[in-house]
């Protein structure tokens, strides 16, 4: 089973800001990595995948880059609806597909 | 519009069965691979099942395998999913979720529907 470890736990930073998130898996996944949005009471929402292609409906300020074991999620210029909390899952090797323990993104 | 509703979710005892369903509209429903993710309160998400598009594959997580049953309705463009056994570890919120052709991460989510186990 592939594990992915996300850090930090939880980032505090201000609006207009630079956030990244990163994702680490325990052995190569190529590209196939995702990334989710999810606010309260919501479903999670595809923002990432292929590791770098943006989802309909996301902003420009959202990027994702990264191979192998190492990827990065940056959001630039952080707006107040960027605060929540981001997954990390992939697609390499499965089943099983499995997800980061997350990020929380807060408002410092 | 894509849409996914799950149903079929609530209060059950330790040991009993539970069935969820999800209604989709606005795709074609025999296109897609569909799957099953669930959260626990305060966890992160966790894949369960996936059933292909024309259900050849059925893949399981271990936590559930052996305990729950993905299968796919054509004519009633629905997904559901057949639990038993249930424990105390299986409360969560749970989604269907559809992936894209030939890639398992998920482009659309139902709001979810929440199964607690206890007495």
């Known amino acids: 089973e592939i594990v992915l470890t996300q850090s930090p736990a939880t980032l505090s930073l201000s609006p207009g800001e630079r956030a990244t998130l990163s994702c680490r898996a325990s052995?190569?996944?190529?590209?196939?990595l995702a990334w989710y949005q999810q606010k309260p009471n919501q479903a999670p929402r595809l923002l990432i995948y292929?590791?770098?292609t943006r989802a309909t409906g996301f902003p420009a300020r959202f990027s994702g880059s990264g191979s192998g074991t190492d990827f990065t999620l940056t959001i630039n210029g952080l707006e107040p609806e960027d605060f929540a909390v981001y997954y990390c899952?992939?697609?390499?090797?499965?089943?099983?597909?499995?997800f980061g323990q997350g990020t929380r993104l807060e408002i410092k | 519009e894509v849409q996914l509703v799950e149903s079929g979710g609530g209060l059950v005892q330790p040991g009993g069965p539970l069935r969820l369903s999800c209604a989709v509209f606005?795709?074609?429903?025999?296109?897609?691979?569909m799957n099953w993710v669930r959260q626990a309160p305060g966890k992160g998400p966790e894949w369960i099942a996936y059933?292909?598009?024309?259900?050849?594959?059925?893949y399981y997580a271990d936590s559930v395998k052996g305990r729950f049953t993905i299968s796919r309705d054509y004519a009633r463009n629905s997904l559901h999913l057949q639990m038993n056994s249930l424990g105390a570890e299986d409360t969560a919120v749970y989604y269907c979720?559809?992936?894209?052709?030939?890639?398992?991460?998920?482009?659309?989510w139902g709001q979810g529907t929440p199964v607690t186990v206890s007495s």
């Open positions: 979720a559809r992936n894209m052709p030939g890639q398992v991460y998920f482009d659309y």
């Open positions: 606005g795709f074609t429903f025999s296109n897609y691979g």
């Open positions: 059933i292909s598009k024309n259900r050849d594959r059925i």
């Open positions: 052995q190569s996944i190529s590209r196939y």
């Open positions: 292929d590791a770098s």
């Open positions: 899952q992939h697609y390499s090797n499965w089943p099983p597909i499995t």
